[in-house]
């Protein structure tokens, strides 16, 4: 049965998991020195251009702890949104990691705005507050909303003016890519942003996510950085297989379609049912809906999902996410069993 | 062509990817609350008893930091050998996670002694010091050779008795085990040690490591140093299968044993070669030597290895590691290659 | 000229400088072991009760850290006011130190409401969220307003019945204790505070505040926290030699009162100048109000203050505030420069 | 009484007294824009140079690790030797506050050498080893010794050849010009020095210690470091009052002489009783000696000292401090002392 809990509940795509077992060849030198990283890394700067550094790391937070690490000292600061993954569900790594202070802003539908950023200038150069340094979105957002290319590039040249620098979180960038219609780089370089917390595990491979450069002089440290940060992976070899996978024959969007696919069609569905409300524009993966709270019980007993905000009390909100091996069966019997716990 | 770099230059044992691709089955909870990873947890618990308490992480260094870091306050310090990994070889991660200072000690063969954590007791109740409060130690060490069980127990003895911990950094724990003919847990807990970084990678695992607590007192806020040290995986099944794998039917100690052997078929054959000098006892899966500087580079052509200590010039120590998959024929090859280098 | 900016603009009370001068007597040891600091502590166990742990330290940004390190782990965090001084004055010192997050809220007057530290409840027991652990208020707060007796308690039996922990940042508990009629044990310790910040250094000390745990196991820690946080005084008997002239015959209230008292006259006199407008209740030594901006600029070349919020633009809101030594006569030519800058 | 225990035992020196005591006079911008901070400043860019940068702090622990600070990022390490303050009497401060590794080696005479950093240089660009990036001497050592001019030269070369830079712990500077017959220039900035701790305290001032930058580009970021650090002091002009005071008239000069020539004095009488043996150079302030154990108990009733080296039992290394206060009377009185102890 698949769930509706996270994109993270599903498996390995087949293709992904090949290559992992082809992958199993002899010996290998460790910590990256290996031919399969070298084609990974190739494979990564055909899509982002031939000076992108790329460095694999095993997991997102990570990945964006390390990115920001690069871009700020402790006694400088990080503007993002409050509903962002790394204000809230890092459980405090990057103030951990980098012991700086995350500055955060109310965000609708979980998109910082160029005020909020504005707003934090007046801090620059007064030596009692931390000094805004590096902005960093989500795109998808964790709302399963989209930044449109022109607020990605506001956000950047607003940062730039101002000496800071631009990360994006893109631990869903293929869902967001696939949606616009973007290449990776259109997604992200283009715009602006210096770098990018590139996404694999949630759109079909079993571990491993990335951390690409932009601009060449912000990786100088980066590996001892990794190495601190206790990621890097000895057999390497093993997440540069997965992620070239990805890469090849535009697997990372063809999975992305699909899970996007699936929640427009979700969306479609459940909105035509009485005492189900869409409550945030569906631009990616993600459906959130306000149901009845006796519902919730009823469903999470056949398909496990997270309750987003429980307030009120009678119709919380909840979140509900399509994968890459999302079928439309599967919506078909969700959407089944939703109908069925509302009566 | 097998190397004799590293253990971790080897690839995944087959039992343990056939658990990877047969864990890859529709969709699991993430982060820890799926099936596979309640089998892997008992499959620990029998090893180490019921009250075990057992979490899965990605790589060695963070096995043996967030260790460290559940035992162990920034004003309190680790007592380790000069050579021990958390030391030399993890750029200085412990103190950047824990914020405290490593002391250490010039030990023999890489063994921390009873005599090195005696001579740092005046430290205590002094404010100017930072206090001890966990002994590390390695086994086997960095250096191939084995704490006797005796030596263990006393060093237990001796920081239990001043309200310190002891700490066992065990990425190569099965080969120890194996070497001394015990079970995991006599080489574990039943010498009194208090928390285990138990490996996996470097025994034939693709990633992740275990930290085992044996008094689960201490485990009460291990899951939120995880999380908060970036080694939460989502997708944990994959980890949980692989250890199932590899406490099924002693795989770890096949895989181990296998190690061990090789590693005294290749000190027996190089010993008889003129000019080899074999420097240290060798008790597991390493084998540490001195060879003629000019061998050196015309072996590394043909095997890359690591020169250990480059000093005195013209005989240079090297180290060559045996792994799972090592077979005599390898070894055979890797002596005419080395007799060739010589000539 | 007396300055409006802040307390800190003052000097230091002529009864503590004679008591530093009469410190100045023959050699004595350092860290604390004197008798200059025996008295100053028994100072302090008289006014808080004789289980009282108390340390000094150099200035208040580390009276606050290092107190909320004593109570607070890294995968901890902080709750507190948006307008703390912990979160906004101390350039990320807490994130830094700590390790942790801070969760903010947004606090009518500066004041942290039951209901903020209820709505963190739920992140409780969830790993993926930094773990609510203590509660952090400042009396008077940062905007010169008190939390009532009541208050207090409630945020204090809030935080106990949840496994937290009060801490008061009492940078000026002086001006709130004076000004609510209170000893200050009734203003602290009798209403659950666990740990204080008490404040010297504003209230007429050369530098120098003091960290009091009326909980005496929390303090266990503390001389080693005080010397890695950079804190250990080596001649720590002129830090002890103006808190026992704070305690002694009430100085402490006498200087408070006169702030508070001035302050009141100020917010008086103002108040009846066109154009002028008070914003917030005088309830200690802050007077906080609206002016043209034209008139900022003017009476800044007279009497240098801050600018508290600069929106909107042409009436911003500014800070004035009156310290131990601020006379009547002060106050009447602040007016008068007031009244010509208007003009 | 005088003691011997250490030279932050003494008081404050009766024209640093004066300096404070004058500086009590009105109201004063905090945190540094006071005329008091200026004049400072300006006395120590006539001493070092119009370009150098000038920073107070609270204590010595703070001025070393911030000025580590400055120089070092986390996955760097500080080179030193073992018996360095910053190694063994910050409780471990410099790992906490840096995150950074310090590779500390035993020292002749407490002198770290320049064969010790040329063995650290294999370490640069290897990820799994912390990156050597700073080298931190004192001067005077900790044992009382001096480097020479030519040998600090010597470390300041080989460090900036590889990239590195020199950072002096200058706690008791001015006795090593003195004894140097240095100005304050040419024992520091002259000799290559990058960033030099300048101690205060130690010399008679109350509290209150330098950092001082002779490369302006590293003292970009510092201000924001310091407060970070809670080291920023809201009323500077007390600290800057004093450091002028010193710097006047040469009276740093002039207090560090009297307590060298006392040492000199304590050293000599002291090597005619029988029984005691000096130990180390007398090139300063410190007189290192063993002498019989049952003489340390009875000599530490009538003057308190620390105990050193406790081995071996019967004939422990004791230390004897001189200050700018200490007389030949005091000397004299203190060594009739040890010939009744040693009776």
Known sequence: MRSFASDNNSGVHPLVLTALCE???????????????KEATQAFRREFGPDAEVFFVFLGTAANVLALNALT????????????????????????????KLLSFPAINGKLDVKDVESALHLLGNEHHAQPKTVSITQCTELGTLYQPREIRA????????????????ARIGNAAASLGQSLAQATRDLGVDVLSFGGTKNGMMYGEAVVFFRSELAAQ???IRKQGMQLASKMRYVSAQFTAMLTNGLWRESAAQANSMAQLLARTVSSIPGVTVTRPVETNAVFARIPARAVHALQKRFFFYVWDPTPE?????????????TEDDVNAFAQALRDALK
Do not use: K
């Open 23 to 37: 992958a199993n060849s002899g010996h290998a030198i460790g910590y990256g020195d290996d031919p399969w990283t």
């Open 73 to 100: 000292r402790p006694h400088e600061c990080v503007i993002c949104a409050q509903s962002a993954h790394i204000n809230v569900d890092e459980c405090g790594a990057p103030e951990r990691f980098l012991g700086s």
């Open 155 to 170: 956000l950047a040249d607003l940062a730039h003016a101002n000496g800071m620098r631009l990360h994006m979180d893109g």
């Open 222 to 224: 980066f590996r001892y």
């Open 314 to 326: 009678n119709t919380p909100e909840v979140r509900w996410m399509c994968s890459f091996d999302t």
